[in-house]
């Protein structure tokens, strides 16, 4: 059985990948990856953007209910995942999304608002390991797309909230009431747009990728020849012949290096966004500065997300531990307020942005690179849950730190006025 370096030679290599021509079908593929992308974070994006309004002061307990959900989801999807079609799983995500978008708008009481949130949150869960299983099946220009619409949904969904809420003034309920039928076009884009993979494209493809790698004995790409997993999946969209523990084991075992380093910059950015930015206020900018912050956060999202068809990091460790120094430098800004001007902040949580993305999408492409064909379907599946891990503790983290930089920071505020006066 064929197996799989992980080491740097491939990454070299696998450069000059992205360089086919592109047919009709590969447009329509990479728009409809990208629109997907887009409107199944969109809602996820919103309800981060109008925390603050949904449960003032305490717009950790709104991340949790946006993280947890898909985190459940995605623990628990290979064990039952393979059993419904593709073609369910896009209908239930898109239904769970527009009921979510509808309770989170036009419920009064905040339980009932978190429930809503928290429909949205397996809404994208779900999503999410659909489609980028489904990727597996068409060819890699596909992650390109679909990475760089979930780095679009950033910025369109904190956009939308900034100008309509923070700019045009519109009460926050009906800001999210507005945009509670945008899913339905995920629908479309899944039975209109995308085409059905073709089986003999993407082995030519994944052939050609390679017989550019090098092969070496001791690669976890792969199980015991006695242990016949690769009948991986059917015509049909569903996993057939699953798996067992052993599986599991063995390829997150293989997929340590891409995961401890998602986990890592997932924790420490959202702690970041959710526990220290909504603390840091001065007075001198008019404006609400937190759904300024989430926007430059997803700007910068956004532009990484898109950028590995231009270039590629392999070693992702790097990202990660920039982000353990921007959390910080951020903690101290907001303890201490030692650079006291707005726009610090503002660079700093646009720089945490790019680090987010290019981790992300750096990760899905090198999975798609290193792991042996018969398991990238699962393996790109489940990475994800190593980011929502890392967010779900980071929800915990800002509800615990919160409070105290609040206080920190009106104790600083107050004594300033004093001098001032």
Sequence with gaps: METHSNNSSYFTRENNYCCFSLTKNDVRNIVAFWICGLLNNFAYVVYLSASEN??????????????????????????????????I??????????????????????AWQLTGVAFGSI?????????????????????????????????????????????????????????????????????FVLTKPDADQIYE???????????????????????????????????????????????????????????????F????????????????FEHCPFTYYQFLYQVGVFLSRSSVTLFKIRYLWVPGLLQI??????????????????????????????????????AVWNISIVIAPEHREFCLGVVSVANDIGISLAAVTAILIEPTLYDRNHEIICKYCDCQD
């Design 325 to 362: 120094a921007n959390f910080v430098l951020m903690f101290c800004q907001a303890y201490f307020l030692f650079v006291p001007c707005i726009y610090f902040g503002f660079l700093v949580v646009f720089w945490i942005g790019l680090l987010g993305g290019v981790t992300y999408v750096n």
């Design 123 to 191: 809404s994208t869960g779900l999503g999410e390991i659909t489609f980028l299983a489904m990727l597996s099946k068409y060819k890699r220009n596909g992650i390109a797309a679909w990475s760089s619409g979930t780095g679009g949904a950033g910025v369109a969904g904190s956009f939308y909230y900034l100008l309509v809420y923070s700019i045009l003034g519109v009460d926050p309920h009906k800001t999210i009431l507005f945009v509670s039928w945008v899913n339905l076009v995920v629908l479309i884009c899944y039975f």
């Design 269 to 284: 950015e959202y702690s970041i966004l959710q526990g220290v930015t909504p603390t840091i206020v001065i007075d001198s």
């Design 205 to 267: 493809e994944t052939k050609d990728i390679d017989e550019k790698i090098s092969v070496q004995p001791d690669s976890l790409c792969v199980l015991p020849e006695s242990e016949d997993y690769t009948n991986f999946s059917n015509n049909n969209g569903c996993l057939s012949n699953y798996p067992k523990l052993q599986y599991y084991l063995a390829r997150f075992k293989e997929l340590y290096e891409f995961m401890i380093p998602l986990f890592l910059v997932y924790y």
């Design 89 to 110: 799983r896009v209908c239930i995500s898109v239904f769970l999304a527009v009921t979510s978008l509808l309770m989170a708008s036009l419920a009064d009481k905040t």
């Design 54 to 87: 949904l449960v003032p002061g305490n717009s950790g307990s709104v991340l949790l209910a946006n993280i947890l959900p898909t985190l459940c989801v995605k623990l628990t999807a290979p064990f039952y995942m393979h059993k419904i079609p593709y073609f």
